[in-house]
């Protein structure tokens, strides 16, 4: 078993709609969750990160942590043809490496106008 | 943030051949790390570059096929050695400070091995 599972999509939407990713994973000493978004031929840019359980909100984009069931998800509110790109998941455990990350497979979405 | 140039962007390489990757950070950085990253794949760790000290390499990768340098706290390089058609990947600078949590990526190198 991976230690982060994360549905490769392709997720393909309307513009307007609002979209949710979600990735699951095993390591309960996990308590930073990234995600992060890339762009065809660019490198992976950080989108927000949390600590531990809870919701974090950034405009239009909203990361949710729940460590119970060992499940995160980033919401995508009145999403734009412009969102459209592979959204990966990742995640440290406190005492691991400053940095290293374990991610998931990335979730390819579309956004049509 | 920080600002991570790598070069070059892509390259098409003969089989047999080796390739040296750069990553140069606009500021100083506590670690630095080079990703593989397949099509479909998730991110894949192929070690941590130590300043002044030799890397420590993930399961499955080894120093001779990926030597890595890192000669100061802003800069890397990541050598493919004796290229084969199974090492056309893309290959991503990461770096991280102390202070943060995060990871930032370069643009990365899109190999091809022909």
């Known amino acids: 078993q991976k230690e982060v599972e994360q549905d490769p999509g392709p997720l393909s939407v309307p513009e307007g709609a609002i979209v949710s990713l979600n990735c699951t994973y095993s390591?309960?000493?996990?308590?930073?969750f990234m995600w992060y978004r890339q762009y065809s031929r660019k490198g992976p840019e950080l989108l927000m990160y949390?600590?531990?359980?809870g919701n974090k909100e950034d405009g239009r984009f909203t990361a949710q942590v729940d460590k119970s069931s060992k499940y995160i998800s980033l919401f995508i509110r009145d999403s734009q043809p412009s969102d459209s790109a592979t959204y990966l998941c990742?995640?440290?455990?406190?005492?691991?490496?400053?940095?290293?990350?374990?991610f998931g497979r990335g979730t390819q979405l579309t956004v049509w106008p | 943030s920080a600002v991570i140039s790598q070069k070059p962007s892509r390259d098409i390489c003969q089989r047999g051949t080796s390739l040296t990757i750069q990553c140069q950070v606009d500021?100083?950085?506590?670690?630095m790390f080079w990703y593989r990253q397949q099509p479909g794949q998730s991110l894949t760790l192929i070690a941590t570059a130590n300043q002044g000290s030799e890397a420590t390499y993930e399961s499955g990768f080894v120093i001779d096929k990926f030597p890595i340098s890192r000669p100061n706290l802003t800069f890397s390089t990541l050598t493919v050695s004796n290229m084969s058609p199974e090492d056309s990947s893309i290959y991503l600078c990461?770096?991280?400070?102390?202070?943060?949590?995060?990871?930032?990526f370069g643009q990365g190198t899109r190999l091809t091995v022909v």
């Open positions: 500021s100083q950085v506590t670690m």
């Open positions: 990742a995640m440290r455990n406190r005492g691991s490496t400053l940095g290293r990350l374990y």
């Open positions: 390591n309960s000493a996990f308590q930073y």
């Open positions: 949390t600590y531990s359980s």
């Open positions: 990461s770096v991280a400070r102390a202070q943060t949590p995060e990871a930032f």
